[in-house]
């Protein structure tokens, strides 16, 4: 599965806010796809198959569960976003992305509401494989809810499991960089306190978490995931579903915003009005 240019099609009611289930059918539909080449990648280094056990923290709308699965892997999501994990049981548990090739995908998934002790395999193997692919790297801060969930994590993997976290690669290789750099400059603006704002990638941002949840790197790899839509409204409202621009609607308006992240789009459109930005997203393979 590659990034494609995805049209995005209005809903009905064109006042839906920022938060609620347009949202989350919005990175279902539009920007969780962007991703895929990652997600991809990992489980083609990591050869993962029906041996595989793995636990996705903040695993969204399941489409990297769904690639897992497809693959003959088990598979269980933890998310907090309820309107999310509905689309990824949508997806997963109703059959509904069943078919040739996948036709026991459904099966072998399980999805969890809430706290990562809730996917305690019970009475099963402990899971091998731990993944963490809501990349950081780009928001103030955004490391700092990982560690934690690492710790209660951990403890659900077999001694020996793999672990792979996932960032945002150097924002010279990013063309999204200067379009996430609008949301910081107009919380700025408002002058509002920043909780998550935009902040450039370190290089050692992955090594430094996995540091504090005490986890033995075991290798890297670098990913180009380019961002591809059909136009340029597909292209904002799949970027303010990723949330990275919260902080920014709450300092001025969604109205405000949308202007701002069309002009910072600008440069990326094509002739023919698609819009183009490659990226590169880095990942780090870890033992427990």
């Known amino acids: 599965m590659t990034p494609t ?26 920007q969780e796809r962007m991703l895929a080449p990652l997600y991809e990648a990992v489980y083609e280094r990591l050869e993962v198959g029906a041996h595989t056990r793995m636990l996705s923290i903040g695993c969204g709308s399941g489409l990297a569960l769904l690639i897992a699965a497809s693959r003959g892997a088990h598979v269980t999501g933890v998310d907090t ?35 990562l002790s809730a996917a305690a395999p019970a ?34 993997a077999a001694r020996g499991a793999t672990v792979v976290l996932t960032g945002w690669g150097p924002p010279e290789r990013c063309a999204t960089a200067p379009v996430l750099r609008v949301a910081a400059r107009l919380a700025e603006s408002a002058r509002t306190p920043r909780p998550g704002g935009w902040r450039p990638a370190l290089r050692d941002d992955l090594e430094d978490v996995a540091a504090r949840a005490g986890l033995k790197p075991d290798g890297s790899g670098r990913v180009s995931c380019p961002f591809g839509y059909a136009d340029l409204d597909s292209a ?49 393979v870890c033992v427990v």
């Not at 240019?5 to 989350?24: E, I, N």
């Not at 109703?94 to 090739?101: C, D, I, N």
Request: aromatic fraction near 6%; include cysteine; charge should be neutral.
């Open 5 to 30: 240019l995805v049209r995005h099609h209005r809903y009905a009611d064109s006042s839906a806010t920022v938060d609620g289930g347009t949202r989350a059918r919005d990175w279902a539909e539009i």
């Open 81 to 115: 976003d309820r309107e999310r994990l509905a689309l990824a049981r949508e997806r997963l548990v109703s059959g509904q992305e069943a078919g040739p090739g996948r036709p026991d995908a459904p099966a072998r998934a399980r999805l969890v509401a809430g706290a």
């Open 123 to 156: 009475g099963d193997p402990p899971y091998n494989l731990l993944t963490a692919f809501d990349p950081i790297g780009c928001a103030a801060g955004d490391s700092e809810g990982l560690s934690p969930a690492l710790a209660s994590a951990v403890p659900l």
């Open 236 to 284: 904002v409202r799949g970027l303010l579903s990723t949330g990275l621009f919260d902080t920014a609607i709450r300092a001025t308006d969604r109205s405000q915003v949308e202007k701002e992240v069309a002009e910072a789009l600008h440069p990326h459109r094509r002739p023919d009005g698609t819009v183009w930005m490659p990226n590169v997203f880095r990942y780090l």
